[in-house]
């Protein structure tokens, strides 16, 4: 019998997945079973005996009447590792990339830029008269929204409204719409954005082809908080300078905003004169107001950061794991900084929080070594971090919509989607990384230990001697796992690869988002 034979029977009733458990040998101590769907065939091995390999199949008619199936599983051999079964990747046709690149973001941003844009061209040429007396309320209007799609706040609450009301009875086509709605909210914000940034410019040409009505004074903070506001939209394409600017920007950015809106609104450019009196003159401008509730937005997340205990893990040079106090429900992100007027003004970085639900009594962070920030938490592991109490919701808080998924992740994107398999028995995991329980340690181990074998597929590609093709892996899973939706995490490369392979077989998926 050659060291890669095992036989697995194990009975199940359609549609779930198999239950395969294995002996507790050292060589297959860190195995789990490959697939829901899997076939067996044999080959000729390095000593010349036949040896029975795992090839992943679709689930066969007469197995789905009977209720079961024989499976067969590798057991690895460090002496003959198995052959890399990496395929070469087929190419994708323009029309699936063109599909791919033309998302909700870019046509939330379209539609709210052309809508913009339209008004604007109408104001420019003096057939809409009320942007040129109220402009202002356009420029902060806009700005407004753009806050409020990128609010901890209000994006809870939208999730929670649509969890709530469309889970799992509505068509699927409208839950798969919600997701893609919500997932991609950062469209609105960056076309309000870009159209506050038009408004403005308008704003101030306007101001200045005015300019004997106007004293110095707006037309210098109009010109300076145009500026800034210019400065703030162009760093905004550029993350990695963006990244460490934004918020002391964004800070100064409001209070000039702040300062514009008082200036403009005491001012009555017809008699030329200031009206400082308590008399709820500037209460009265709609102007004041969206500031009012554009302050409040930006100031509320800020009211829940807190200096809490952690307890750092370092299974490895490469990674850290956080374990901090309180359960959470799945699919929410935390920010975390160091502090110090640094961190806790300037620097706050979101990673996904791992938890057994709100019952548990910790969540843990898995946070991959890739700059500064990360690498500090290995090499001088803090006792303290700064998090906002107030989570924000990603796209796998949806997975409450649908009745059974996949949640995909390699390396360390498992952070973000273990929650999802852990709290729902409905979600199958697939996790695919390099040498995976020495870098991420026991404590991530036993969390994914906890879940029912048929409901995972680990695939360790050291072991393994190469990665698997993943769109064979991950049609079969989902056609035996009876999945509506696939939700993944990975890399630019990984999740481009996924995404058109979904695409191209019709299988509804949502990857990662990278800032625009």
Known sequence: MSAF???????????FPLVAKFPSSPQNSSMSPLSPALSRTTTKGASGQDSTVTML??????DAEDGFRTLVHPTLSKEIPPPPLTKTKPKT?????????????????????????????????????????????????????????????????LYLIVNTLFAKWPPLWFR?????????????????????????IFRIVLIFIDYRHFPAVILTAGGGYHRRYIYFSCFRTHHNIFEGHHRLVGWFGLL???????????????????????????????????????????????VTVRKVPVVVEIPSPKVAILRFERGMQQGLLSRISRGGLRGS????????????????????????????????????????????????????????????????CTGTGLGVALSTCLQSPDWYLIWMGSNQEKTFGKTISALIASLPP??????????????PDVMKLLKETYLSWGAEVVFITSNMGGNTEMMEGCKKEGIPAFGTLWDF
């Open 345 to 408: 003004l300037l620097e706050y970085h979101a990673f996904g929080t791992i938890s057994k639900g709100r019952q548990s009594e910790e969540h843990n962070l898995i946070c991959g070594v890739q700059g500064d920030f990360t690498q500090s938490l290995v090499n001088h592991p803090p006792t303290h971090l700064w998090t906002r109490q107030l989570k924000f919701a990603g796209v796998s808080n949806t997975s409450k919509l649908y009745k059974r998924g996949i949640r995909v």
């Open 5 to 15: 034979t095992l036989d697995v029977e194990k009975r199940f009733h359609p549609p």
């Open 93 to 157: 046709s323009r029309m699936i990339r063109f599909r791919l690149w033309c998302n909700t973001y870019r046509k939330f941003y379209t539609l709210t830029v052309t809508l913009n844009f339209i008004g604007l061209v109408l104001a420019a040429t003096g057939k809409w008269q009320y942007p040129r007396q109220y402009t202002g309320a356009f420029v902060l209007g806009n700005l407004q929204c753009a806050i409020l799609m990128r609010n901890e706040l209000f994006g809870r609450f």
């Open 256 to 302: 000039s905003t702040w300062w514009f809106v008082v200036l403009g609104d005491s001012y009555n450019a017809t008699t030329h004169s200031w009206h400082w009196q308590a008399d709820g003159s500037i209460v009265r401008q709609q102007d004041f107001w969206f500031v009012i509730v554009m302050s409040i937005f930006v100031i509320l997340p800020w």
């Open 176 to 200: 798969l719409g919600c997701t893609s709605t919500l997932q991609h909210l950062g469209g609105i914000h960056s076309g309000c954005a870009t159209a506050g940034a038009a408004w403005l």
């Open 454 to 467: 048929s409901q995972y597929t680990l695939w360790d590609s050291k072991e393994r001697g190469g990665r």
């Open 57 to 62: 199949a679709a689930p066969t008619t007469p």
